[in-house]
């Protein structure tokens, strides 16, 4: 079955460390995506990839880095410099930039 | 701000009865439209989209109505059971080169047993 895996499902981090969320799709998808979803909230877009080795910053960039180093795969990493990292975290792709998204399960970070 | 938004954060319906979500945008240059259902501790899943060349589209059990005059979208869901129940969001997006999809924040839907 093509999809997109998000893993782990449940993360927990200490304060003042990085650590990185796997994003993975065999949907031979051009274009990736990350969401941050708070409580109560809207989905707000961190960063986004059109095609491999390219992405941008979305509205809420600060304190996260991704890589598109493979057109399967788009990894987040949430740094120390991340304020208020704990969220859940969506990551989907879409055929184009111009197409519906499919979503990931999604992975829920908490700092400890 | 151009933004997407919905104008009430919850609606609760009988089973049985039908749903209507109802959702405003402000982009006047948007041209394609998505509904969204996010059940709980999920990632949202695609219900029915529609460009803005059409008014309507049904798909099974959903209707997406789309008035560009007043800039409001609304979903329709028949038959309402309690597998609906989640949370609905529009999206829009200007088909243009670098755009990408704007989300409202988001209606509960509660169906009582």
């Known amino acids: 079955d093509g999809g997109i895996t998000q893993s782990p499902k449940y993360l927990f981090r200490k304060e003042g460390q990085n650590v990185t969320l796997s994003c993975e799709q065999n949907l031979n998808h051009d274009a990736m995506y990350w969401y941050r979803q708070d409580p109560g909230q809207g989905l707000r877009l961190i960063y986004y990839?059109?095609?491999?080795?390219?992405?941008q910053k979305g509205d809420i960039a600060e304190g996260y880095s991704v890589s598109r180093e493979k057109k399967e795969s788009f990894p987040l990493t949430v740094t120390s410099a991340q304020k208020n990292p704990t969220a859940f975290y969506l990551c989907a792709s879409s055929i184009s930039i111009t197409y519906g998204y499919t979503f990931g399960s999604g992975t829920r970070l908490t700092v400890v | 701000g151009e933004s997407v938004g919905l104008h009430l954060p919850t609606l609760s319906v009988q089973e049985g009865d039908n749903s209507i979500i109802n959702c405003a945008y402000s982009n006047s240059a948007s041209d394609y439209f998505i509904w969204y259902k996010q059940e709980s501790g999920k990632g949202p899943q695609f219900i029915i989209d529609i460009r803005s060349n059409m008014d309507k589209r049904q798909g099974q059990r959903v209707t997406v109505l789309l008035n560009k005059t007043v800039k409001h979208l609304s979903l329709q869901i028949a038959a309402t059971q309690p597998g609906d129940s989640a949370v609905y969001f529009c999206?829009?997006?200007?088909?243009?080169?670098?755009?990408?999809?704007?989300f409202g924040k988001g209606i509960t839907l509660s169906v009582r047993p």
């Open positions: 999206a829009e997006i200007y088909t243009g080169a670098n755009s990408k999809l704007t």
């Open positions: 990839s059109q095609i491999v080795n390219d992405f």
